[in-house]
């Protein structure tokens, strides 16, 4: 093996690299990217989990209870209702994570060496945060039962190893009661093919015809560059929709995941989604000067915020404030607060409204510069 050889082809390469800088800065950064993203965002350590209380006791047994919850440094009280009924719609609604009801005469029953039954209405639509509550949910109260008891037995005079636990819990699990991973991966499933396919797709729209020597005669036609840009948008609408469906119905036939809610809004939904994500794919196009690199600013770009920072597998709400930023400003974010609830709960419009008009002044943005710098190279 000869030396200077091997120098002049390190060389060689070394200068192919330096005439293609954006593929210089995506190999340095994204090693980065992926640290940061991976060290900073990821926490399975569930922390400031939202719940609502129904005291039906009101007494200082309960009060009790609600102080050791709130200063475990674990959960956060949101709202306390008056009736179970109340609180599960602030669980439907997602604003919060489970519903504590205490019974009336707790304080009672304790006093006379009674067992008394909590009652926890969990949701269960992201398996993984809702199983790891309840876990910690059953600890924060097995902690304040052994205080009890032992205040109980203080008073009362009972053996410890005899008396029955003065707090039991009866769990009930809402919109995923075997508290299966498949139910909620499959509608983030739908997100993350949508977002991924519909910026592939149109991520070389523009490029493309500027390598074939086709854009000249583009802008030399009287269509405008409104029209242009929307025509080849529909076609990939339309084939989006098709993978939205073929999505519904292996979920339903290969993982019995079925749709609770409306199959029409999911795919009314799909449609601004998909809106958003295509125009994204143009605005790459118009940027990128090869397919190749549009190719891989659309993947990067996509593939990666969606699976760390949308909250597909990792909750949001354990990310730091500059990650919990850069999420809301992620199209799948928004796209996955309706998906999984009208998958898993049946909600309709009158909840999913908030991210929907999000993600239509998403779309509305996105092609208005994808329309501006098209015409700039018009």
């Known amino acids: 093996m000869s030396g200077r050889r091997l120098l002049a082809m390190a060389r060689k390469e070394w200068i192919h690299i330096k005439r293609d800088p954006r593929s210089l800065v995506v190999a340095l950064v994204l090693p980065f990217a992926l640290l940061i993203i991976n060290g900073a965002g990821i926490n399975f350590d569930l922390t400031d989990l939202p719940f609502a209380l129904c005291d039906m006791d009101n007494s200082q047994a309960s009060r009790g209870l609600?102080?050791?919850?709130?200063?475990?440094?674990?959960?956060?009280?949101?709202?306390?209702?008056?009736?179970?009924?109340?609180?599960?719609?602030?669980?439907?609604?997602?604003?919060?994570?489970?519903?504590?009801?205490?019974?009336?005469?707790?304080?009672?029953?304790?006093?006379?060496?009674?067992?008394?039954?909590?009652?926890?209405?969990?949701?269960?639509?992201?398996?993984?945060?809702?199983?790891?509550?309840?876990?910690?949910?059953?600890?924060?109260?097995?902690?304040?039962?052994?205080?009890?008891?032992?205040?109980?037995?203080?008073?009362?005079?009972?053996?410890?190893?005899?008396?029955?636990?003065?707090?039991?819990?009866?769990?009930?699990?809402?919109?995923?009661?075997?508290?299966?991973?498949?139910?909620?991966?499959?509608?983030?499933?739908?997100?993350?093919?949508?977002?991924?396919?519909?910026?592939?797709?149109?991520?070389?729209?523009?490029?493309?015809?500027?390598?074939?020597?086709?854009?000249?005669?583009?802008?030399?036609?009287?269509?405008?560059?409104?029209?242009?840009l929307l025509g080849k948008l529909f076609p990939y609408v339309v084939i989006g929709l098709v993978d939205v469906g073929i999505a519904i119905c292996t979920g339903a036939l290969v993982f019995k995941v079925y749709v609770t809610g409306s199959v029409e809004l999911l795919l009314a939904c799909s449609v601004v989604f998909l809106a958003c994500a295509l125009s994204f794919g143009l605005f790459i196009s118009t940027i990128a000067q090869r397919q190749q690199i549009a190719m891989m600013a659309a993947i990067i770009s996509t593939l990666l915020p969606t699976m760390m920072l949308s909250g597909f597998i990792f909750p949001i709400r354990n990310m730091p404030l500059l990650l919990r930023i850069i999420s809301a400003l992620i199209p799948a974010t928004h796209f996955l607060r309706i998906t999984r609830p009208i998958y898993l709960k049946g909600v309709g419009l009158a909840v999913v409204w908030p991210p929907l008009l999000v993600l239509l002044a998403m779309s509305i943005v996105l092609l208005a510069v994808c329309i501006v710098r098209f015409r700039k190279r018009l």
């Open 66 to 228: 609600r102080e050791h919850l709130v200063h475990s440094g674990l959960f956060r009280l949101v709202a306390s209702v008056g009736s179970p009924a109340e609180g599960e719609q602030l669980v439907l609604h997602g604003q919060c994570l489970f519903l504590l009801v205490i019974p009336p005469h707790m304080s009672a029953d304790l006093s006379g060496g009674k067992s008394v039954a909590l009652q926890v209405l969990l949701d269960g639509s992201d398996a993984n945060t809702a199983s790891t509550a309840r876990n910690y949910l059953a600890g924060a109260i097995n902690a304040q039962a052994a205080r009890l008891q032992a205040s109980a037995h203080a008073r009362l005079g009972l053996n410890v190893r005899t008396a029955n636990p003065p707090l039991t819990v009866a769990r009930k699990v809402l919109y995923n009661p075997a508290m299966e991973s498949r139910q909620f991966i499959v509608p983030g499933l739908i997100v993350v093919i949508l977002v991924i396919l519909g910026a592939l797709l149109t991520s070389g729209a523009v490029v493309r015809e500027r390598e074939r020597g086709t854009f000249e005669t583009l802008a030399a036609s009287p269509v405008l560059a409104a029209e242009i």
